[in-house]
């Protein structure tokens, strides 16, 4: 297929960037959005210009590095995929298709379409994780029962890959339900439920100050997820903290 | 971080914007059920008016959390989409909202910027007049004035034309408002399916009622 593609350019993070348009033809609809644009940069290198600079590690939908805003929607037009995962069969032939970066004040542009997500790795730093002394002594976790209903949903918040599409997609670039996924994953599980309250307050604190937006509840965001990750942790997240804010005890 | 820091935080202002909604939702439901009975009953209209008019707890406690509610509810939205704007400085060349979202839950500050309007227009219709006729007039008590009052107000077309075009934004606002409000309070649990069914029933019949009530008064006002 041809295809008319307007892509997002941007020299570096202090430079101002635009849309250029590129022609390209003889797309399979096999190929993968990724390797439609490995094609491009190809011919971008052969012709002697810059190639387009984007994410993009294992290919398979689970590393979380691939991001792009495609036709207005991340991670493109298809569900519970990422941008790795989504075929050029979605599209038709003579399309025009809009490539941008996620944007967000929180994840400022690299060069081109490739955004620094770190803001994400400070919130998982206040408090994405359990606290285990690891001297040699440690508990096996199977040792401790868990109730099944709570193990599925803490698996379910876990499989999120923070690739940020629900920022990108969020009108408000807001990144509940990524932190509420991560709050999740461990305030359901015995071994997170130690350190829940200050997990939460950490982990909200430190989404605040990144410049993340507020929720509107839109759901936009467990519609992009490429994981399905569900509101329903975003609305615990906010239990926890009212929980964690409002208690006497410390 | 300190206890007072709640409401200082994303998740605070979002359940300070809930807490204050459920309380107008209350309110609304109050709100109706006086406007209704100006359909059928001239008498109890006008004998609950005077009541809400002149009950010392209605008029010194009641009305002036009502009016911080108000207020609160629309500076919080303000500086709630203030802040969301801020946090994409740059936006999309293409954005297609609509392919995961609904257009209420997109737009309600513009709902939100309409009812506020609809409110300036509310307040100088029955607010002002109603304390400059009590205390600043000093007029006497007429416990049968309300009724004629009211429908003075629905003899134009235009004012319930605005009226009704404020309670179908009013509408839009709640459908997607009363599921919000208590997703923000953390509940999306097993009971939230039957709550976002009851929350569309209100939202439809609420409003419908208040524009129910308009038309039959613009019509008795004839």
Redesign the interface.
Known sequence: MNLTL?I?RQKDANSKGK?VDYQISDISGDMSFLEMLDVLNNQLIEKGEEPIAFDHDCREGICGMCSL?I???AHG?DRGVTTCQLHMRKFKDGDTI?I?PF????FPVVKDLAVDRSAFDRIQHAGGYVSVNTSGNTQDANAIPVQKENADMAFDAATCIGCGACVA?C????A?LFVGAKVSQYALLPQGEVEAKERV?NM??Q??AE??????????CE??CPKGIS??N?????????KA??STKD | ?S?S??FK???????AMALSALFLMIFLIQHLTINITATFSPETFNELSHFMGTNPVVQFIAQPILIFAVVFHFVMGFI?EA??R????????????A????WM??N?IYSGLVILAFLVLHFIDFWLPEMNYKYIAMNPEDPTRYYEELLHKFHSPIRVGAYVLAFVLLALHLL?GF??AF???????KYIDGLKKFGVIYSILIPLGFIVTAVVLYMNAQ
């Open positions: 307007k997002w849309m805003y036709n207005g929607e037009p809009y941008e944007r967000a004040k929180a997609t009108k408000n670039s807001s509940m307050q909200v604190k989404m605040d410049g993340f937006g507020n929720c509107s509840n839109t759901g936009a519609v992009e509101l329903e975003i609305a615990r997240m906010n239990r926890e903290y009212l804010t409002t | 971080m206890k820091g709640t935080s994303s998740i605070g202002r979002k359940i709630l802040k969301n801020q946090a994409r400085p740059i936006n999309y060349k293409k954005n297609n909202g392919a995961n979202s609904s839950s997109r309600m997607h599921g919000s997703q923000s309070l953390g509940q999306n649990n």
